[in-house]
Nanobody, 114 residues
Framework: QVQLVESGGGLVQPGGSLRLSCVAS????????MAWYRQAPGNQRELVAS???????NYADSVKGRFTISRDIPKTTVYLQMNSLKPDDTAVYYC????????WGQGIQVTVSS
């Protein structure tokens, strides 16, 4: 069983920024593939960004150039820096370890609205 605890969401105006954090009890975290997903009302959960154990990053086309995934290995934390936010980014965001594809945290709400 893995624990994933997301934080950092909230309400932000279009064009603003937020940084999400996820503390993960995945070991060894230094080589764990991690990812951020999101789910908007009425939509399926979608992959937003991922980072491999070696540090390679991938992004959904809709967030390329605006979002950055990173990690702090000693803190076993993965981050999602979100810039130039748009109303379409409104969703519940989840982190996930691809070693445990069925384990999810509680999610964190991000609302982009003026």
């Amino acid at each position: 069983q893995v624990q994933l605890v997301e934080s950092g969401g909230g309400l932000v105006q279009p064009g603003g920024s937020l940084r999400l954090s996820c503390v993960a009890s995945v070991t060894p975290f230094s080589i764990a593939p991690m990812a951020w997903y999101r789910q908007a009302p009425g939509n399926q959960r979608e992959l937003v960004a991922s980072i491999t154990g070696s540090g390679s990053r991938n992004y959904a086309d809709s967030v390329k150039g605006r979002f950055t995934i990173s990690r702090d290995i000693p803190k076993t934390t993965v981050y999602l820096q979100m810039n130039s936010l748009k109303p379409d980014d409104t969703a519940v965001y989840y982190c996930n370890s691809q070693w445990f594809p069925n384990s999810w945290g509680q999610g964190i709400q991000v609302t982009v609205s003026s």
